[in-house]
T-cell receptor, first 117, second 115 residues
Framework: GAVVSQHPSRVICKSGTSVKIECRSL??????MFWYRQFPKQSLMLMAT?????????EQGVEKDKFLINHASLTLSTLTVTSAHPEDSSFYIC?????????????FGEGSRLTVL | AQSVAQPEDQVNVAEGNPLTVKCTYS??????LFWYVQYPNRGLQFLLK??????LVKGSYGFEAEFNKSQTSFHLKKPSALVSDSALYFC?????????????FGKGTSLLVTP
């Protein structure tokens, strides 16, 4: 099956620093990737849709200047949390859609737990 | 807007007994429905999906789900629960008429299977 790799799995940083999270599709091309955020014991909230070669589409209420998304190739999307603050601490999960796929299931990375001190 | 509801925060079942995790949906038209499972501090694993065809969908790890259009439900079932099935289960929907491919998730149901 399609494999999505996410790195790092855990990161701790100081307040005010920036953190980059990578999402890679290992055995397929993904024209579209999605970034979700999950708070403890809550559901996944879609943050943005990342399209290869174009600007990401952000959901309402998500600060695009704070959560920078780059989808430079068909197998890599990155999420950079800029000037992180403790309230940005969360579990971030990326997912990818197989290019040309029609049935719609998404394949998810293992998630990245960000802790901002 | 398309959405799913999972009415139960937690489901408890004894090992060997059948389990059901409930999901109802709200979509105009015919929905694409999915079930995913999440283990602690892990990403989501795809279990099964309904796109079209037979209302009873079989998926991974012995799970199945029944699409019921009249009740707008897509409940997840397994005939005999295992302790290892204990995890967080998410129902999700995508509107096939929509322009995007993102999934909208329910709040999740925590399944606890006791020995």
């Amino acid at each position: 099956g399609a494999v999505v790799s996410q790195h790092p799995s855990r990161v701790i940083c100081k307040s005010g620093t920036s953190v980059k999270i990578e999402c890679r599709s290992l055995d397929f091309q993904a024209t579209t990737m999605f970034w979700y955020r999950q708070f403890p014991k809550q559901s996944l909230m879609l943050m943005a849709t990342s399209n290869e070669g174009s600007k990401a589409t952000y959901e309402q209420g998500v600060e695009k200047d704070k959560f920078l998304i780059n989808h430079a190739s068909l197998t890599l999307s990155t999420l950079t949390v800029t000037s992180a603050h403790p309230e940005d601490s969360s579990f971030y999960i990326c997912s990818a859609r197989v290019a040309g796929g029609r049935t719609g299931e998404l394949f998810f990375g293992e998630g990245s737990r960000l802790t901002v001190l | 807007a398309q959405s799913v509801a999972q009415p139960e925060d937690q489901v408890n079942v004894a090992e060997g007994n059948p389990l059901t995790v409930k999901c109802t949906y709200s979509v105009s038209g015919n929905p694409y429905l999915f079930w995913y499972v999440q283990y602690p501090n892990r990403g989501l694993q795809f279990l099964l999906k309904y796109i079209t065809g037979d209302n009873l969908v079989k998926g991974s790890y012995g799970f199945e789900a029944e699409f019921n259009k009249s009740q707008t439900s897509f409940h997840l079932k397994k005939p005999s629960a295992l302790v290892s099935d204990s995890a967080l289960y998410f129902c999700a929907v995508r509107d096939p008429q929509g322009s995007g491919y993102a999934l909208n998730f329910g709040k999740g149901t925590s399944l606890l299977v006791t020995p």
